[in-house]
T-cell receptor, first 112, second 114 residues
Framework: AQKITQTQPGMFVQEKEAVTLDCTYD???????LFWYKQPSSGEMIFLIY??????QNATEGRYSLNFQKARKSANLVISASQLGDSAMYFC?????????FGTGTRLTIIP | DAMVIQNPRYQVTQFGKPVTLSCSQT?????MYWYQQKSSQAPKLLFH???????NEADTPDNFQSRRPNTSFCFLDIRSPGLGDAAMYLC?????????????FGDGTRLSIL
């Protein structure tokens, strides 16, 4: 069974600074996908970025990048130049065995 | 814009009174998922449909059922809601059950039990 660990329950970051949200995973699947989702207080889950287990390069999507270290089973999300609108809950998730398993999330608060 | 739409946004029901939550999609995706998310917790998969094929998670209570009458719509039925069923219910879709397919979520239905 998959297990996703997010060790930072909450983070406070100054506006315009970069922030790294940690995620480690434990899976026996030979092929898997790693995802990050953002959940604002309104509740919707917003897909941010995807990394395939066989991808050689780290994924990037605008201000979001994924620092993928396969040997360490780590998939950290980096947000550059943080904005007030980045304040939300962030979930790391792994797709394997036909299902998406989420971590417990990190609540990010951006301070003006 | 293609999207996943959940209705209603907020639902209040009485203890033991059946309730149905709905989800529709314009993405024409094959897979539709239902998740339960309790306060300050991660979403938990209840079940999913791959086309017409229903896939239940082993730990989903019998109280929860689902219907998918066509590609666009999927319903979550709670037969006799208990206080512990108060949660956000999230519907998601994906084109396939592959590890490179992101799931697209609706805005969720927040269910309260009186």
């Amino acid at each position: 069974a998959q297990k996703i660990t997010q060790t930072q329950p909450g983070m406070f970051v100054q506006e315009k600074e970069a922030v790294t949200l940690d995620c480690t995973y434990d899976t026996s699947d030979p092929s898997y996908g790693l995802f990050w989702y953002k959940q604002p207080s309104s509740g919707e889950m917003i897909f941010l970025i995807y990394q395939g287990s066989y991808d050689q390069q780290n994924a990037t999507e605008g201000r979001y990048s994924l620092n993928f270290q396969k040997a360490r089973k780590s998939a950290n999300l980096v947000i550059s130049a943080s904005q007030l609108g980045d304040s939300a809950m962030y979930f790391c998730a792994e797709f394997g065995n036909e299902k998406l398993t989420f971590g417990t999330g990190t609540r990010l608060t951006i301070i003006p | 814009d293609a999207m996943v739409i959940q209705n209603p946004r907020y639902q209040v029901t009485q203890f033991g009174k059946p309730v149905t939550l709905s989800c529709s999609q314009t993405l024409n995706h094959n897979v539709m998922y239902w998740y339960q998310q309790k306060s300050s917790q991660a979403p938990k998969l209840l079940f999913h449909y791959y086309d017409k094929d229903f896939n239940n998670e082993a730990d989903t209570p019998d109280n929860f059922q689902s219907r998918r009458p066509n590609t666009s719509f999927c319903f979550l039925d709670i037969r006799s809601p208990g206080l512990g069923d108060a949660a956000m219910y999230l519907c998601a879709t994906s084109d396939d059950r592959a590890e490179n397919q992101p799931q697209h979520f609706g805005d969720g239905t927040r269910l309260s039990i009186l």
